[in-house]
């Protein structure tokens, strides 16, 4: 299941804030990065907020994923898949890596909210206000989606580095 | 006729070729189109453009956009200035700091004193003093010259040289006295041998490369690794 509207607009109002607030796209990620590592450093403290309100989780894991294949994962959005089976979905079709820094609150979300986990993942990566810093695949890396898709996240991406 | 969006965007295409070249094109836009217009395009820059823009300039060679520079660009410009000195560098003796210093002081003195105007200078000096290492600043710039404890102890009576340290105090004491006063009690607080000197130098540098080290944040985790889930 994907996002509720209200999740997916306040996401991108705590996103947005970040940039608006910013005299630069580059200072305001980087203010976002900041803020982003100390919620994933509370994680397990914030999964009751993260429980009213899967944006938390979105802005949590903000620049911490790297779609390897985004129209895999926009399928799974589309279908309206369940999230553990979309998660394991993701797993298996190796669509998806996180940042190593993230990786502990990857596990801690997986357990505990799996709901919220599949919601940070399409709140970041198939959400406008998100793709600014979802990172490039680098060109040796195995399994690139070349679909349209993911060529306008990378664009994205570019444009935010 | 070019719209002052083309313009600024022109002085960021210079922008990417260095100072000198923004500057040349500052210098266009001035005598194509008068300072009203300088200005307009000036205040639409961001902080690290101006910091840029004025990387190479001092009081005997101030940039053109210096005096249209906003008092929050000035002080987000002063936010990262850390940003362009060697974290790796040890302060073990005063030759290690002075570098930094001159550049401290090549970039606060045309800000605040390049154009003569006691009512900019008062308002670049608010902004300044109220950043937590503004006062700390004004006084780095001071520290371990020639005769600064007599120039702190007497204020207003020493000769000064102008576009200098010097000037920067004076100003300060005539147009934010209230800063001076905080700026002579850091002084006063120094230890007066050279470790407590090093001690205060080590300690701003430090201080200030943390405050730019947060415009960098999202470069660093752009860098960082990914793995499998």
């Not at chain 1, 990786?103 to 959400?127: H, M, R, S, T």
Request: hydrophobic residues 45%; glycine residues 6%; contains cysteine.
């Amino acid at each position: 299941m994907i996002p509720s509207n209200a999740a997916i607009a306040e996401y991108e109002e705590q996103v947005t804030s970040f940039l608006r607030r910013a005299s630069s796209k580059a200072e305001g990620v980087a203010a976002l990065n900041q803020h982003s590592n100390a919620l994933l450093k509370d994680l397990r403290a914030l999964l009751p907020a993260i429980k009213e309100s899967p944006a938390y989780a979105g802005v949590a894991f903000y620049g911490r994923f790297q779609a390897v294949n985004l129209s895999l994962i926009k399928k799974l959005a589309a279908d309206n898949v369940a999230a553990v089976a979309a998660l394991e979905a993701i797993r298996t079709g190796k669509a998806l890596r996180v940042a190593a820094s993230a990786k502990v609150g990857w596990d801690l979300l997986f357990k505990e909210n799996p709901g919220a986990l599949w919601a940070a993942i399409y709140l970041n990566l198939c959400v406008k206000a998100a793709s600014v810093r979802v990172a490039a695949v680098r060109e040796d890396d195995d399994e690139v989606d070349e679909d349209q898709d993911n060529d306008d996240q990378l664009e994205d991406d570019d444009d935010a580095n | 006729m070019t719209m002052p969006t083309d313009k600024t965007l022109a002085v960021r295409a210079a922008l990417e070729n260095g100072g000198s070249a923004a500057e040349t094109q500052l210098a266009l836009l001035a005598g194509e189109a008068g300072d009203s217009q300088l200005q307009i395009v000036v205040e639409k820059l961001t902080a690290a453009e101006i910091n840029v823009l004025v990387a190479d300039a001092d009081m005997s060679k101030p940039s053109m956009a210096h005096a249209f520079i906003t008092p929050d660009q000035f002080l987000e410009a002063f936010d990262r200035l850390g940003a362009r000195w060697s974290q790796s560098d040890e302060i073990k003796s005063t030759a290690d700091y002075t570098e930094i210093q001159s550049d401290v002081e090549d970039f606060l003195c045309p800000m605040i004193l390049s154009t003569g105007e006691s009512v900019r200078a008062k308002k670049m000096l608010e902004k300044l003093l109220g950043h937590p290492l503004g006062a700390e600043a004004i006084l780095f710039t001071a520290i371990g010259r020639k005769d600064y404890l007599e120039f702190l102890a007497a204020p207003g009576t020493q000769a000064i040289t102008r576009g200098t340290w010097q000037e920067l105090l004076q100003v300060t004491l005539e147009v934010q006295p209230s800063g001076y006063a905080e700026i002579a009690g850091l002084a006063r607080a120094i230890h007066e041998d050279e470790d407590g000197l090093l001690s205060f130098a080590a300690g701003f540098i430090h201080a200030m490369h943390e405050e730019a080290r947060k415009y960098h944040a999202a470069v660093e985790t752009a860098e960082e690794d990914f793995v499998d889930i």
